[in-house]
């Protein structure tokens, strides 16, 4: 309506700047707060009135009107009291005989409220966001330190660590072929977290006799509280996710890596024998007929394959 309202003005404004020759600029200005020259018109249909917001130009005024006085005072009777010029602007704009009304308008200050710095915000959004980070890699340190209980039991020296064993699997997930409707890239992300809690419970075997439930519900409560420490946020929703899937094998990926957790420990079982010259035959008894996938089955048979020949060459 407003535009509607104000197109006559555009129009008319237009028509001063062809009669008076003056730079458009010098007549209205893009700032409320610049000084303009005050013009008039009048017309049967149209009544227009711009005064400036300061004093315009006398000599002007009185080149135009030689009998009027250089004295501001006698140019204008508006200009006799300077405040009145401070009073709202009258704009009447062109109707017709059935419709005649009178438009106010204000020439007002824009108010500009201060925003909060982005800048700040970003630097404390990201100090928080670094502080959570090291505080969870640090927890986590615990998972390179702390030497998988399967093997101190059976007297090996120096064995691997719980990230040793994620890494390899993760190393497992990245150099499988394609399969279908398998995600490749979400299995590298399930053998990196499918221990995580770890740091926390330790390594918990089943040598410990803890039932299978209450070992689940322990690392459950180990993984809230490192995604506390990490402080929240998609990412630790994705661990808690990802985690969740491989312990409730819900998925082909989580199939998948849970034959890889078996491969890389029976891996691990000939590597020691290897280095150690021990029979390790609990871990092989333990995994046999548990592989759900075709890769699971394939690896543990060359796995097998190959410790059935170091054997056999070992008795002759």
């Not at 300061?54 to 009185?62: E, G, H, I, K």
């Not at 824009?110 to 928080?128: G, H, I, Q, W, Y």
């Not at 010259?277 to 699971?296: C, H, M, N, P, Y």
Request: with cysteine; net charge positive; aromatic share 8%.
């Amino acid at each position: 309506m407003l535009s509607y309202l104000l197109s006559p003005l555009n129009t008319t404004i237009k028509n001063f700047d062809k009669t008076t020759k003056l730079p458009l600029s010098s007549f209205v200005s893009a700032s409320p707060f610049a000084t303009t020259k005050a013009y008039s018109s009048y017309s049967k249909k149209t009544h227009f009135l711009f005064q400036s917001r300061f004093l315009p130009n006398y000599s002007s005024m009185a080149a135009t009107n030689p009998s009027s006085s250089s004295s501001p005072q006698t140019l204008h009777p508006r200009l006799s009291n300077p405040r009145r010029l401070h009073r709202p602007r009258l704009l009447k704009l062109p109707f017709t005989s059935h419709d005649r009304k009178l438009l106010s308008v204000r020439c007002q200050i824009p108010k500009f409220e201060p925003k909060r710095s982005a800048l700040n915000s970003d630097v404390t959004e990201t100090t928080s966001s670094s502080s959570s980070s090291i505080d969870f890699l640090t927890l986590c340190h615990s998972l390179k330190t702390t030497k998988r209980k399967g093997w101190l039991n059976h007297g090996i020296n120096g064995p691997e660590s719980i990230a040793d064993h994620m890494y390899r699997m993760a190393l497992m997930a990245l150099i499988v072929g394609d399969l279908p409707g398998v995600n490749r890239e979400r299995c590298i992300k399930i053998a990196i977290v499918h221990d995580i809690a770890e740091a926390i419970v330790g390594d918990i075997t089943p040598s410990d006799g803890v039932p299978k439930v209450e070992k689940s519900r322990l690392e459950q409560a180990a993984l809230n509280e490192m995604c506390n420490v990490l402080g929240g946020g998609m990412r630790a929703e994705e661990i808690q996710e990802l985690w969740r899937e491989y312990e409730d094998n819900a998925s082909l990926e989580a199939n998948l890596v849970k034959d890889f957790d078996k491969v890389e420990m029976i891996l691990q079982a000939l590597e020691y024998e290897t280095e150690h010259d021990k029979v390790l035959d609990e871990f092989f008894l333990s995994t046999a007929g548990k592989f759900q996938t075709e890769i699971g089955k394939s690896w543990a048979a060359e796995i097998i394959a190959r410790r059935s020949s170091r054997l056999a060459k070992k008795l002759n």
